[in-house]
């Protein structure tokens, strides 16, 4: 394979010009690509045609490109978000039309946590803004912290070693916090976070079983934070993850 000077790859600079986009910026010109991706803009120039000629990005009207829809046409095949998010569906409609409360299915990738699905409540904390595909730092959601405490300790540490962005006054960033939080979501099996995310708002989550006592996702809700009835709300949570843990035919742990 190709490489540059410094001894990158050809395919390692394509990725990073299809790693500037984002739900922030999913148009984009050649010069903004190469800023983001710390690129040459020849060489930039060059990469963007590539993938241009081969349908991973598109033309805009004006100057932009965007992600093509081949792209997204294999991006959608990955197996492990595919098999999830199918097995997880019924279960994540049955609790969105049950609580009319903002619902999503995530998994822990690195030190984020990755949203898979998020089914929007309408009339439920205006402006929030996630949505499917989002990243949330882990240590700031209640997803995050039922997935971090049943991770193996190398996992804990890449999280706790930060950067632990504030996301509002009430992310936690402290260490010792976090592995309380974390021990407590082990013990009693969910996770209620209040204002990590923003302040309006809490979240509730509970894991996905998997095998070996690892979580394979979470599923939550959102729920103003003046309305948040944690107890109300878990029973019908673990019932729909052990329930996703045996469409998955994993099978789901005692309790």
Known sequence: MARSQAGESVLARAARVLAAFGHDSRVLTVAE????????????????????????????????????????????????????REAAMPFLEDIHA???????LTVLDGTDVLVLEWLRAREALPGLRL???????????????????HAEARAQEEVLAGPLTRLSDRTPTDPS???????????????????FVDARATGIAVPV????????????????????RPMELVPALLAAARGIGRALSIPASPG
């Open 33 to 84: 690509i190469a800023r983001r991706a710390a690129l040459p803009v020849p060489t930039a120039h060059r990469l963007v045609a590539q993938l241009l000629d081969v349908g991973f990005l598109e033309r805009t009207e004006g100057h932009g490109v965007r992600v093509g829809l081949h792209l997204w046409e294999i991006a959608s095949l990955g197996a492990r978000a595919l098999d999830l």
């Open 131 to 149: 949505h499917a595909g989002r990243r949330i730092p882990a240590h700031a959601a209640a997803a995050g912290a039922v997935l971090l405490a």
């Open 98 to 104: 049950a609580t009319r409360q903002h619902t999503q």
């Open 209 to 228: 079983p998997g095998r070996n006592a690892r979580p394979v996702a979470a599923i939550g809700v959102v729920v103003p934070a003046d309305e948040a």
């Open 177 to 195: 916090d976090l592995r309380g939080l974390w021990a407590h979501a082990r013990r009693r099996g969910y996770a209620v976070c209040d204002g």
